[in-house]
């Protein structure tokens, strides 16, 4: 017998908001959360924008030794992770410890972290041979991002199989597969998975400025995020995290769950291309959008909402226009599709899992979020791509799609009627 | 089973998911002790270890000066230039070390160049000295010396990324982190994908991070040996065990679908036939560690008894405590002196992503040539661990079944059970 996987908890840590609730209202009303810099001085940056979230960890529950030991990324992970467990109403305390795994996806790890005690130990950097009589205790768990993973797995006492998963701006989508995956074959039936990332430091500003990927448009920081529109320049950085509880169908229709939806399919494909450039003609991703359908079994025509990976550089949305159009074939222009990262910026590998979290709430509220920023539309993104207000609709069948360097291209398909206790369709 | 380039079907979540075996065709190996997998696997039964003092930088001021270095590595005599400026010193080996293994399994644009053939890579660290050397230029120049090349170069998904570009692999990707366990959980990803649909994967992992940045983070656990004695400084389960020593390099392995290798022709080293991760309970829990959980789990999902393994290759962690607990889980499965133990590692130093996979070479190469690798630098294992581990010369035995453990910094556990083929492979001429 088939084993399907559902997710029943959600927990969120989002510019403009902490919590799924706040979220939801950034999204529902078309708000953006991008701003200038202000975590540390940008000014001699090319792009000085973006997306932060107004974090402050002691409020959100971590003691003074997990904020210390603790990258931002892993205290995001964290807090999303606890709002997760609360949400799913799941007492994971009684749960068997070695059932339950974790799938944490992460991009740049904790970035920011070690450029902070890489400034330490190398002085400001003057010093090529590091002095490690000023290495931090954690040193090591920055370098190696599994240790995001660990940190949630000991929130939840899952003693099953733990992983990051880091893929790129795909980790998101991917990290989910990962936690359905792990599910289905039988090696846990409860995941805590999602995904995580807080890059926002001076080496992360410098190697986007580098190749020009994000958007200069330093003078209006709250409209520079500007997906599919003919004016977009660019993508601007993000930080945040999603964690979701997935869990196997019948453990959660067992004890009553609420279901947000079933991760019905997901599939995964490289363009072997080019480590930062994309063909225009979306042929893998189309082929992941078609396999995920397929195993899904959702006809394009069934689909609700597309969350588009959208990320405002001139090149991925031609690239995206194309594949949407090569797997949903007629219904592309009549589906509608919408980019998240107008409002919330691009967040690398956290953003695929914050775009799942939108769209777990567009199916529960019935309401598909737009595209902010979207006033004169690319002649070449065709698309119905919700622009400026949300858009009220029943939401059941839903795409999401990513793409990402190293030529990494993501499909998750989730059903379900979003609203009803347990009422997935057998 | 599988019917190999079924597109809609190569996917981990499918529901046509299948239990075809999963063969290791080809193999391809960069290790301290040997660049290139014969170099290799003669050094290794020679007991030739590769470590030695740290010559890729000056470690006299650091506590810890010995690593195992892969030398007289050439990456030009490797790859094309063009690919040098953009990659790290791991991505080369790791380069390196897939088109060795491609080569190996005899795979050409037919089984590559598909939407049925992808890579799952472990990383750990990245590409670290590249990330130093970037770091270095924003700090002290300025944030426009940055390298445009930053941008993927250090990140842990690179290799992977770099591996499908070069060989034109279009199926499905992933990169698994699990600091030194996540080469095996790779290896199973790898085989997953196998089972949704996909033909060919290459997997495995490679890792450097011998920079002194990387270097003063690795120093940061205080669990790397101290010793300046190459002999001395990793003993694995002896008495004197002190530390480990740190490496560069790794294996990546080319893994098909069995009624796929056999329809082109291939020979199977052997195959993957079970797997199973598990995480230790937090610090200071009083549930012991994981480990032997893994053993267990990977030895059902292989369905074979312990008394069936005739070979574990070791995490071998080189602290008193760690290899008492990983003796203690090999005695609870296997009895006292139960089953034979080794650790070729203790002649690379432990390869993090790499090392698991390393260690699926050997057992695989043990496989072909009836002989069991031994383990250096240990003459008698303290005998409180009462394991029968192979010390000094290689022993010539015939092994069917092993057992690779491989755990990993904060808790990873992993175990996988590979089996020989049933047509044994002769040694290569």
């Given at each position: 017998?088939?084993?399907?996987?559902v997710?029943?908890?959600?927990?969120?840590?989002?510019?403009?908001?902490?919590g799924?609730?706040?979220?939801?209202?950034?999204?529902?009303?078309?708000?953006?959360?991008?701003?200038?810099?202000?975590?540390?001085?940008?000014?001699?940056y090319r792009?000085?924008?973006a997306?932060?979230?107004?974090?402050?960890?002691?409020?959100?529950?971590?003691?003074?030794?997990?904020?210390?030991?603790?990258?931002?990324?892993?205290?995001f992970?964290?807090?999303a992770?606890?709002?997760?467990?609360?949400?799913?109403?799941?007492?994971?305390?009684?749960?068997?410890?070695?059932?339950?795994?974790?799938?944490?996806g992460?991009?740049?790890?904790?970035?920011?972290?070690l450029?902070?005690?890489?400034v330490?130990?190398?002085?400001?950097?003057?010093?090529?041979?590091?002095?490690?009589?000023?290495?931090?205790?954690?040193?090591?768990?920055?370098?190696?991002?599994?240790?995001?993973?660990?940190?949630?797995?000991?929130?939840?006492?899952?003693?099953?199989?733990?992983?990051?998963?880091?893929?790129?701006?795909?980790?998101?989508?991917?990290?989910?597969?990962?936690?359905a995956?792990?599910?289905?074959?039988?090696?846990?039936?409860?995941?805590?998975?999602?995904?995580?990332?807080?890059?926002?430091?001076?080496?992360?500003?410098?190697?986007?400025?580098?190749?020009?990927?994000?958007?200069?448009?330093n003078?209006?920081?709250?409209?520079?995020?500007?997906?599919f529109?003919?004016?977009?320049?660019?993508?601007?950085?993000?930080?945040?995290?999603?964690?979701?509880?997935?869990?196997?169908?019948?453990?959660?229709?067992?004890?009553?769950?609420?279901?947000?939806?079933?991760v019905?399919?997901?599939?995964?494909?490289?363009?072997?291309?080019?480590?930062?450039?994309?063909?225009s003609?979306?042929?893998?991703?189309?082929?992941?959008?078609?396999?995920?359908?397929?195993?899904?079994?959702?006809?394009?025509?069934?689909?609700?909402?597309?969350?588009?990976?959208?990320s405002?550089?001139?090149q991925?949305?031609?690239?995206?226009?194309?594949?949407?159009?090569?797997?949903?074939?007629?219904?592309?222009?009549?589906t509608?599709?919408?980019?998240?990262?107008?409002?919330?910026?691009?967040s690398?590998?956290?953003?695929?899992?914050?775009?799942?979290?939108?769209?777990?709430?567009?199916?529960?509220?019935?309401?598909?979020?737009?595209?902010?920023n979207?006033?004169?539309?690319?002649?070449?993104?065709?698309?119905?791509?919700?622009?400026?207000?949300a858009?009220?609709?029943?939401?059941?069948?839903?795409?999401?799609?990513?793409?990402?360097?190293?030529?990494?291209?993501?499909?998750?398909?989730l059903?379900g009627?979003?609203?009803?206790?347990?009422?997935?369709?057998? | 089973?599988?019917?190999?380039?079924?597109?809609?079907?190569?996917?981990?979540?499918?529901?046509?998911?299948?239990?075809?075996?999963?063969?290791?065709?080809?193999?391809?190996?960069?290790?301290?002790?040997?660049?290139?997998?014969?170099?290799?696997?003669?050094?290794t039964?020679?007991?030739?270890?590769?470590?030695?003092?740290?010559?890729?930088?000056?470690?006299?001021?650091?506590?810890?000066?010995?690593?195992?270095?892969?030398l007289?590595?050439?990456?030009?005599?490797?790859?094309?230039?063009?690919?040098?400026?953009?990659?790290?010193?791991?991505?080369?080996?790791?380069?390196?070390?897939?088109?060795l293994a491609v080569?190996d399994?005899?795979?050409?644009?037919?089984?590559?160049?598909?939407?049925?053939?992808?890579?799952v890579?472990?990383?750990?660290?990245?590409?670290?000295?590249?990330?130093?050397?970037?770091?270095?230029?924003?700090?002290?120049?300025?944030?426009?010396?940055?390298?445009?090349?930053?941008?993927?170069?250090?990140?842990?998904?690179?290799?992977?990324?770099?591996?499908?570009?070069?060989?034109?692999m279009?199926?499905?990707?992933?990169?698994?982190?699990a600091?030194?366990?996540g080469?095996?959980?790779?290896?199973a990803?790898?085989?997953?994908?196998?089972?949704?649909?996909?033909?060919?994967?290459?997997t495995?992992?490679?890792?450097?991070?011998?920079?002194?940045?990387?270097?003063?983070?690795?120093?940061?656990?205080?669990?790397?040996s101290?010793?300046?004695?190459p002999?001395?400084?990793?003993?694995?389960?002896?008495?004197?065990a002190?530390?480990?020593?740190?490496?560069?390099?790794g294996?990546?392995?080319?893994?098909e679908t069995?009624?796929?290798?056999?329809?082109?022709?291939?020979?199977?080293?052997?195959?993957?036939?079970?797997?199973?991760?598990?995480?230790?309970p937090?610090?200071?829990?009083?549930?012991?560690?994981?480990?032997?959980?893994?053993?267990?789990?990977?030895?059902?999902?292989?369905?074979?008894?312990?008394?069936?393994?005739?070979?574990?290759?070791?995490?071998?962690?080189?602290l008193?405590?760690?290899?008492a607990?990983?003796?203690?889980?090999?005695?609870e499965?296997f009895?006292?002196?139960?089953?034979?133990?080794?650790?070729?590692?203790?002649?690379?130093?432990?390869?993090?992503?790499?090392g698991?996979?390393?260690?699926?070479?050997?057992a695989?190469?043990?496989?072909?040539d009836?002989?069991?690798?031994?383990t250096?630098?240990?003459?008698?294992?303290?005998?409180?661990?009462?394991?029968?581990?192979?010390?000094?010369?290689?022993?010539?035995?015939?092994?069917?079944?092993?057992?690779?453990?491989?755990?990993?910094?904060?808790?990873?556990?992993?175990?996988m059970?590979?089996?020989?083929?049933?047509?044994?492979?002769?040694?290569?001429?």
């Amino acid at each position: 017998m088939t084993r399907r996987v559902v997710i029943t908890g959600l927990g969120v840590v989002a510019p403009g908001g902490i919590g799924a609730k706040a979220y939801w209202d950034v999204l529902a009303n078309g708000r953006t959360a991008t701003r200038a810099i202000s975590s540390f001085d940008a000014s001699r940056y090319r792009s000085r924008i973006a997306a932060e979230c107004d974090f402050r960890p002691e409020e959100a529950g971590l003691t003074p030794q997990e904020i210390r030991r603790m990258d931002r990324a892993a205290q995001f992970a964290a807090v999303a992770a606890d709002e997760a467990v609360a949400d799913s109403g799941l007492l994971f305390a009684d749960l068997p410890p070695h059932r339950t795994g974790v799938s944490v996806g992460t991009a740049v790890g904790c970035t920011t972290s070690l450029e902070r005690e890489y400034v330490v130990v190398s002085d400001g950097g003057r010093q090529t041979l590091t002095d490690h009589r000023y290495g931090v205790p954690h040193l090591y768990d920055y370098l190696v991002p599994s240790s995001v993973a660990a940190e949630v797995a000991w929130r939840v006492g899952a003693e099953g199989p733990v992983n990051t998963v880091s893929t790129g701006c795909t980790s998101g989508l991917d990290a989910v597969g990962h936690a359905a995956a792990l599910i289905r074959e039988g090696s846990a039936d409860v995941v805590v998975g999602g995904a995580t990332d807080a890059p926002i430091s001076p080496i992360t500003l410098a190697c986007f400025d580098a190749i020009r990927a994000t958007s200069p448009r330093n003078d209006d920081p709250a409209h520079a995020s500007r997906p599919f529109d003919r004016s977009r320049n660019g993508f601007v950085l993000g930080e945040g995290a999603a964690l979701f509880v997935f869990e196997e169908l019948e453990h959660a229709r067992r004890r009553g769950a609420h279901i947000y939806a079933e991760v019905a399919g997901f599939a995964t494909r490289s363009n072997a291309y080019h480590m930062t450039g994309l063909r225009s003609d979306g042929a893998e991703l189309a082929q992941a959008v078609t396999a995920a359908l397929g195993q899904a079994r959702v006809a394009p025509g069934d689909l609700d909402y597309v969350n588009a990976h959208g990320s405002g550089t001139k090149q991925n949305d031609l690239h995206e226009t194309a594949a949407i159009k090569a797997s949903l074939g007629e219904h592309a222009r009549t589906t509608p599709v919408s980019s998240i990262k107008s409002m919330i910026g691009h967040s690398l590998g956290a953003i695929g899992s914050l775009e799942v979290a939108a769209c777990l709430l567009a199916m529960r509220h019935g309401l598909v979020p737009p595209t902010a920023n979207l006033h004169d539309p690319d002649p070449k993104c065709d698309l119905d791509h919700v622009p400026l207000t949300a858009r009220e609709t029943p939401v059941r069948s839903v795409l999401s799609t990513g793409s990402g360097f190293g030529g990494f291209q993501s499909a998750v398909v989730l059903t379900g009627n979003g609203t009803e206790k347990g009422g997935l369709a057998q | 089973m599988s019917t190999g380039r079924t597109d809609s079907t190569t996917d981990t979540t499918g529901t046509g998911s299948t239990t075809g075996t999963a063969v290791v065709t080809g193999i391809g190996v960069v290790a301290p002790n040997g660049l290139g997998t014969e170099e290799y696997w003669a050094a290794t039964l020679r007991g030739e270890s590769g470590i030695r003092r740290l010559t890729r930088f000056d470690p006299a001021q650091y506590p810890s000066r010995l690593a195992g270095e892969v030398l007289g590595f050439d990456p030009s005599a490797h790859l094309p230039d063009r690919l040098l400026p953009q990659t790290d010193h791991m991505t080369r080996l790791a380069l390196t070390a897939a088109d060795l293994a491609v080569l190996d399994a005899g795979a050409g644009p037919e089984e590559l160049h598909t939407l049925g053939a992808g890579v799952v890579t472990a990383s750990a660290s990245g590409g670290f000295e590249f990330g130093q050397r970037e770091l270095e230029n924003l700090w002290s120049k300025g944030n426009e010396y940055v390298s445009a090349y930053q941008s993927f170069a250090w990140f842990y998904a690179v290799n992977t990324g770099q591996i499908s570009i070069r060989n034109g692999m279009r199926g499905p990707s992933g990169v698994i982190v699990a600091d030194q366990a996540g080469g095996l959980d790779a290896v199973a990803h790898a085989r997953r994908q196998l089972r949704g649909g996909a033909s060919l994967m290459v997997t495995g992992g490679v890792d450097s991070s011998l920079c002194p940045w990387g270097w003063t983070a690795q120093i940061a656990t205080g669990l790397l040996s101290t010793s300046d004695d190459p002999a001395r400084a990793y003993t694995p389960f002896a008495d004197t065990a002190n530390g480990y020593v740190a490496g560069e390099g790794g294996a990546i392995l080319v893994l098909e679908t069995e009624e796929a290798a056999l329809a082109r022709g291939a020979r199977p080293y052997g195959s993957v036939a079970g797997h199973a991760a598990t995480f230790d309970p937090p610090p200071g829990s009083s549930r012991g560690p994981a480990l032997r959980a893994a053993i267990l789990g990977a030895l059902a999902d292989a369905d074979c008894p312990p008394g069936d393994v005739d070979v574990v290759y070791a995490d071998a962690a080189g602290l008193p405590d760690k290899d008492a607990a990983e003796a203690a889980a090999l005695r609870e499965v296997f009895g006292p002196h139960g089953v034979p133990v080794t650790a070729p590692k203790s002649m690379t130093g432990r390869l993090y992503s790499g090392g698991g996979p390393l260690d699926l070479a050997t057992a695989l190469l043990g496989f072909r040539d009836g002989v069991i690798p031994p383990t250096a630098n240990v003459t008698l294992p303290d005998p409180a661990h009462r394991i029968d581990l192979v010390t000094g010369e290689p022993r010539a035995v015939a092994t069917r079944t092993a057992l690779v453990l491989a755990r990993g910094h904060g808790g990873f556990n992993s175990a996988m059970v590979l089996r020989a083929p049933a047509a044994p492979r002769t040694p290569s001429p």
